[in-house]
């Protein structure tokens, strides 16, 4: 979460940092974090099940049930809580929220001298509501919007997301699946030309053993503010009798914060499954100085 670890770092020095780079900061950190059955948030994004569900909904029309999570961040005390819940009502339905709050914004001496510190708070949410279908063949589409807002201080700002998802099987057992996400209107920040992501996987099962390999990369970004990016991504995931789950991912990207310079991140998660439960523990190591973060996600199939 590099963009709020600036945003932490401006807050404890005293600097008073523009509020829509503040604030799209803050729910710019919000975006790249998703619940541990997934991966990685780009390289996932034509993996079957929950493991590509959040990050694109389109990924698989046939999953169903709900996915909790709690992310700790290292740095500044974020801590994120997300949930997600796809079911069939004509389309597939997928909703998913996802909350973090920053703690300890203030030095306790700071607070002493001025008890009022102590009722500011920095929090964002984001709400996402997206209706996927088959199209022709192995083609599915979604489309949904997703509200986010930010309290920073005592102010308060939103934006409005469309978001448009695909995905399809290719030829030699590959899938391809992408997303592009567009602000539509809010007070977060001047809006910018919008978001694309896309992620070729590959499967391959044989009783005892299945491995997903995705390659992903995105480019772009939803504000002017705070983030034009480009970034790649590898995630490869093992799976024991249908029980074990072992994986790791790697990433770099670039972006406003790495000063044209590319820095890196990744992750290394484990999980276990016993029928239509599961859970999943990822630890990952953010970009630049943002420090690690501790996931864990519990998920419940229909």
Do not use: C
């Not at 059955?37 to 959040?54: E, F, I, N, R």
């Amino acid at each position: 979460m590099r963009p709020l670890a600036l945003l932490l770092a401006a807050t404890a020095l005293g600097i008073r940092a523009p509020s829509a780079f503040a604030q799209s900061s803050h729910l710019l950190a919000l975006e790249s974090s998703a619940p541990a059955t997934t991966p990685d948030p780009v390289s996932a994004l034509a993996l079957h099940g929950w493991a590509g569900l959040w990050a694109n909904p389109a990924a698989d029309p046939h999953a169903t049930g709900i996915v909790a999570g709690l992310e700790r961040n290292a740095f500044g005390g974020v801590r994120t809580l997300l949930a997600q819940a796809a079911f069939h009502a004509g389309p597939l339905w997928s909703v998913a929220i996802a909350q973090s709050t920053v703690s300890d914004l203030f030095d306790p001496d700071l607070i002493a001298q001025d008890p009022t510190l102590d009722q500011l708070r920095a929090t964002a949410l984001t709400a996402a509501v997206d209706a996927a279908l088959p199209v022709v063949g192995s083609v599915t589409a979604s489309a949904g919007m997703r509200l986010e807002r930010d309290e920073l201080l005592g102010a308060s700002r939103h934006q409005w997301v469309a978001k448009l998802g695909g995905a399809a099987d290719l030829p030699l057992g590959l899938r391809l699946g992408g997303t592009f996400e567009r602000g539509m209107g809010g007070n977060a920040g001047t809006m910018a030309g919008g978001r694309l992501r896309a992620a070729l996987a590959r499967t391959w099962s044989g009783g005892f053993l299945s491995t997903s390999l995705g390659l992903g990369a995105e480019l772009g970004g939803l504000w002017r503010q705070t983030r034009d990016a480009s970034g790649i991504s590898a995630s490869l995931t093992v799976q024991l009798a249908r029980t074990l789950t072992l994986g790791g991912s790697i990433g770099r990207e670039r972006d406003l914060y790495s000063a044209g310079g590319w820095v890196g991140r990744s992750a290394f998660w484990v999980g276990v499954g016993v029928g239509r439960v599961s859970t999943q523990l990822r630890v990952a190591s953010q970009p630049g100085d943002a420090g690690s973060a501790l996931a864990v996600a519990a998920a419940i199939t229909r």
